[in-house]
């Protein structure tokens, strides 16, 4: 955290302290949790008693296309 200042001081006027962040993100907590309860809503599966869920772990980055357009290609192999 004291990195952020002097690397982002010009974008950021005013970074909160730590206790400043904690009280807005408590009083924030309500809209949060009603921002996650609509967009679970959303979902079409909201209303079925029964989900299914695919749990397959994907390789991050591993298509042809990802790696052809990376600068990373060549180092991550």
Known sequence: M???PSR???LFPRLPGQSKYNRHLRALAPVLF???RRLARATPT???KHRLMDGTPLPCGASR???DRSGLGEIAG
Request: hydrophobic share 45%; glycine share 6%.
């Open 8 to 10: 982002t001081g010009h």
């Open 46 to 48: 909201y209303q079925e």
């Open 34 to 36: 009603a921002v996650a």
């Open 65 to 67: 296309a990802t790696v």
């Open 2 to 4: 004291h990195a952020a």
